[in-house]
């Protein structure tokens, strides 16, 4: 089994940028494509990134492209999301999962073993 923990969130001003990170514990990441769903309040659950588990493959939403980064360093059992130029509309709790394939998936319902978030605040 996987256990997902999620960190460095925080607040930060529009423009901004942070790194959230995405430990695993109990299995390695080998064989799981991994992604980055973010929710808001009132809002349903999307996904922002995803990324193959030979990294090659990496998808990303429309509202992120060119902003944020999905990476992975499979011997550290590590995923990563950069954020970059942050916008107040970015602000949401951040989550990671595993899904049981090595090819990415952009369905949230493919995924597993969501980690318990972490808060990201956006300020104008």
């Known amino acids: 089994q996987v256990q997902l923990v999620e960190s460095g969130g925080g607040l930060v001003q529009a423009g901004g940028s942070l790194r959230l990170s995405c430990a695993a514990s109990g299995r390695t990441f080998s064989g799981y494509a991994m992604g980055w769903f973010r929710q808001a309040p009132g809002k349903e659950r999307e996904i922002v990134a995803a990324i193959s588990w030979s990294g090659g493959d990496t998808y990303y939403a429309d509202s992120v492209k060119g902003r944020f980064t999905i990476s992975r360093d499979n011997a550290k059992n590590t995923a990563y999301l950069q954020l970059n130029s942050l916008k107040p509309e970015d602000t949401a709790a951040y989550y990671c999962?595993?899904?049981?394939?090595?090819?990415?998936?952009?369905?949230?319902?493919?995924?597993?073993?969501w980690g318990q978030g972490t808060q990201v605040t956006v300020s104008s």
């Open positions: 999962a595993v899904a049981m394939t090595s090819f990415l998936q952009t369905v949230p319902s493919r995924y597993y073993n």
